[in-house]
């Protein structure tokens, strides 16, 4: 189970790089096809069927978003139960927790742009208890006593 | 790691057995804590293949009398009851004869836009905007409908005329979507001059996307007006259009000659219109604005699914987002886009509305949010309606001739373009800031974020309505809810066994 918990841990933090990378993608793409000439308005934004290079990111972004990695929060909560290290459930809360905090901050950033600037840096905070979260599994695994964090 | 207890003095083995896993009892009962409420809200959030949008969600009565024992149905059938009538009787005269006779074909494949394009889609007629329909105030409009291939089948939806139910075009909620190969006939009179158009309601968020549409003008009858100029917008691909052509479109007409723009936004978002010489607003969804005065310097905002009448004078240019409609032979040029947008709120002069609005007999919650949960099994972040999501949603019952007033309440991030079928609704304030400008009645209003809408309207079209986000994709997400008169029955079913699926 400390295993399953390692993996699902480096899945989340794997996941947040992977949003960054398809946001960063999506929104370079659309800046090049404003670039070009073309006309984004939100008809456009609205229209499925709209097509630049890097438009897939806005897709991958919102699924992995809303679907695929607060799935992989609970996912890793429940797994932490079974667990048997020290700090296992607080650190799937603190991810299950800081997922919540993202999706909210990604969705009312829609319309207040300034929210968007917490939805950048939760993604560190996410990130950076994901990882903590599989090092702390990985300590429990070699047997090795856990860190501490420092308060 | 627990520790084995010494076994000197033996328990009962059942004591022992829990202290010796008692975390994996603990764990057990958590994990079960959290998957059961998610299993269960997944478990009730899945639809079968055939139902009833009458069976959906809650009765909602809006603080007013439940006449017909709804509240406590428990989906009986209610068909047989005295005093009830099916959406299938809801027709116009079938015995007048029709003034307009309207042939309609639906056919997905290449489309060729007006502009040269080549889209992949759906059209009426091999076009798509589909063919103008007009008609004079009070003629009886016969449009029979063909579907040659669309697979999935279609309806039409006469969008923002208040026709009788049966002919709303709703597919699994007015009628059975017409499948390829079948016939349908709408038959309505339209009494109330102005611009509307007409969309699929089967699959909507498909096919009106990819083409499925058409402009439908009702003009007044002995007014006719003297240069009359549609301006049908669309987005197709990612690129908007103007009457399916791009860029700059010329409408011919000789200096000083005073247009009517008839701007139709059968987009999924709103679209800004402007432009540089003073104009002014005549209607709104079909209706007159009373006393229209000079706009100048400012932009309106037509929601999705919304029309707008603009008069200009020729030569004139009106923007219609990044397209522009030329009135007359000279091109004036482009104008910057306005900051500020024209309030419809405070437009126009005031003049009194044919009820009372001020004591309404039901008065309606329809707040929009958006949180996690399972839509038809399928997790995600969801659109709400009163903090519950599709199909738990309010099933908003009114009585004929109620006075009916509407709050419509979005804290869901998102705009939603809210439309209702089958009537028209006056504004009456917004925030709290009451409505000082002509009358300001629409069939698709834009509730912004943060925002919340006071609208009434008399019930005075029986049947099942749908009042809906006309963001397409939107509705399919959930945000879809109905209005239904208590005496009206709904013999349609949809869901996926059916063939009906209108969002």
Not at chain 2, 64 to 79: E, F, V
Not at chain 2, 394 to 417: A, K, R, T
Not at chain 2, 419 to 428: E, P
């Amino acid at each position: 189970m400390i295993k399953a918990y390692r993996i699902l841990a480096v899945i989340i933090a794997a996941e947040v790089v992977i949003q960054a990378m398809m946001i960063v993608f999506a929104v370079a793409g659309l800046g090049k096809y404003i670039d070009d000439g073309n006309v984004v308005d939100k008809a456009a934004m609205e229209d499925e069927d709209l097509s630049f290079t890097g438009v897939v990111g806005f897709m991958v972004h919102g699924i992995n978003g809303m679907m695929i990695i607060p799935l992989l929060g609970i996912a890793l909560l429940v797994i932490s139960f079974f667990a048997k290290f020290d700090g296992a459930v607080k650190w799937a809360g603190i991810v299950l927790a800081s997922i919540v905090v993202q999706v909210f901050a990604g969705i009312l950033a829609h319309d207040a742009p300034y929210i968007g600037l917490i939805h950048g840096l939760n993604a560190f905070i996410l990130a950076g208890s994901a990882g903590f979260a599989s090092r702390q599994a990985k300590a429990a695994e070699v047997g090795a006593p856990a860190t501490t964090v420092a308060a | 790691m627990s520790q084995e207890a010494p076994q000197q003095n033996p328990r009962p083995r059942v004591a022992t057995y829990l202290r010796t896993h008692l975390r994996t009892i603990v764990a057990t009962a958590a994990t079960l804590a959290v998957l059961v409420p998610l299993a269960v809200m997944w478990w009730g959030s899945r639809m079968p293949g055939s139902y009833s949008v009458m069976d959906m969600g809650y009765v909602d009565l809006g603080g007013g009398p439940d006449t017909m024992g709804l509240a406590d149905r428990s989906g009986h059938d209610m068909s047989g009851m005295p005093g009830m009538v099916s959406v299938a009787d809801l027709v116009a005269d079938p015995g007048r004869p029709a003034d307009v006779t309207v042939d309609l074909t639906a056919s997905q494949g290449t489309v060729t836009l007006a502009s040269g394009r080549t889209v992949e889609g759906y059209m009426f007629n091999g076009t798509s905007p589909g063919p103008l329909i007009e008609a004079t105030e009070g003629d009886l409009v016969e449009v029979r409908v063909h579907n040659d291939d669309v697979e999935d089948g279609i309806s039409v939806h006469w969008h923002g005329v208040d026709v009788p139910n049966a002919e709303d075009g709703v597919a699994g909620v007015t009628q059975d979507a017409i499948g390829a190969g079948e016939d349908h006939v709408y038959r309505f009179v339209v009494d109330d001059p102005g611009t509307y158009w007409y969309h699929s309601h089967q699959v909507s968020h498909t096919q009106v996307l990819r083409g499925l549409y058409g402009p439908l003008v009702v003009h007044p009858r002995g007014r006719p007006s003297a240069v009359d100029v549609m301006a049908v917008t669309h987005t197709y691909a990612g690129t908007r259009t103007l009457n399916g052509d791009e860029g700059v479109v010329t409408f011919g007409a000789s200096p000083g000659a005073v247009a009517r723009v008839r701007v139709v936004n059968t987009d999924n978002g709103a679209v800004q219109a402007w432009s540089s010489a003073p104009y002014r607003v005549l209607a709104v969804d079909g209706r007159e604005v009373n006393e229209p005065t000079a706009v100048e310097g400012k932009r309106v905002s037509v929601p999705a699914g919304g029309r707008y009448d603009l008069e200009v004078t020729a030569p004139a240019r009106i923007q219609i987002g990044s397209t522009a409609l030329v009135v007359g032979d000279d091109d004036p040029g482009r104008a910057p886009q306005p900051r500020d947008e024209l309030d419809m709120l405070s437009y126009g002069s005031p003049t009194a509305l044919p009820f009372d609005a001020s004591a309404p007999d039901r008065t309606f919650r329809y707040s929009i949010g958006r949180r996690p949960g399972f839509l038809d099994g399928k997790p995600g972040f969801w659109w709400s309606i009163n903090g519950h999501l599709w199909p738990d949603i309010p099933m908003y019952v009114v009585d004929e001739g109620d006075v009916v007033v509407f709050e419509i309440e979005n804290h869901s991030g998102e705009v939603h373009p809210m439309h209702l079928h089958g009537h028209h609704a006056v504004v009456l304030s917004r925030d709290g800031e009451e409505a000082t400008g002509s009358p300001w009645w629409v069939d698709s209003l834009d509730v912004d974020d943060g925002e919340t809408l006071r609208v009434a309207f008399v019930a005075d079209n029986p049947g099942i309505w749908m009042d809906h986000c006309h963001n397409l994709k939107h509705a399919a997400q959930g945000l879809v809810a109905h209005l239904m008169y208590s005496n009206v029955t709904e013999p349609y079913r949809a869901g996926d066994d059916t063939g009906n699926t209108p969002e």
